[in-house]
């Protein structure tokens, strides 16, 4: 499976953005497909994962009620809406995907396929 991100950029703190994620090469059909972010000097961390076929969503404390990830079953993408944006949201952002992952490990940042990174800036 080869992912596709996009969407990142500039934003002031309270702004918006929206992150996609699409897949090459087979469907999303019983993956967990989420997203992880590392900030400079900072370990790579749990942002959100969705289970494509049943649907379940899974989010950090620190972005829960801010950020939302849904999947669109035509365009076999996954995307993360992002709002009220904080300066420490500022990252790159990975989009990862895993098959038949286990809801134990959705958090943990071993998933077998990465895409390229995008780049969120929040300025204050």
């Known amino acids: 499976v080869q992912l596709q991100a996009s969407g990142g950029g500039l934003v002031q703190a309270g702004g918006s953005l929206r992150l996609s994620c699409a897949a090459s090469g087979r469907t999303f059909s019983n993956y967990a497909v989420g997203w992880f972010r590392q900030a400079p000097g900072k370990e790579r961390e749990f942002v959100a994962a969705i289970r494509w076929s049943g649907g379940g969503t899974y989010y950090a404390d620190s972005v829960k009620g801010r950020f939302t990830i849904s999947r669109d079953y035509a365009k076999n993408m996954v995307s993360l809406q992002m709002n009220s944006l904080k300066p420490e949201d500022a990252a790159v952002y990975y989009c990862?995907?895993?098959?038949?992952?286990?809801?134990?490990?959705?958090?943990?940042?071993?998933?077998?396929?990465w895409g390229q990174g995008t780049q969120v800036t929040v300025s204050s």
């Open positions: 990862v995907a895993d098959y038949g992952r286990i809801a134990g490990r959705i958090r943990t940042p071993d998933y077998d396929y």
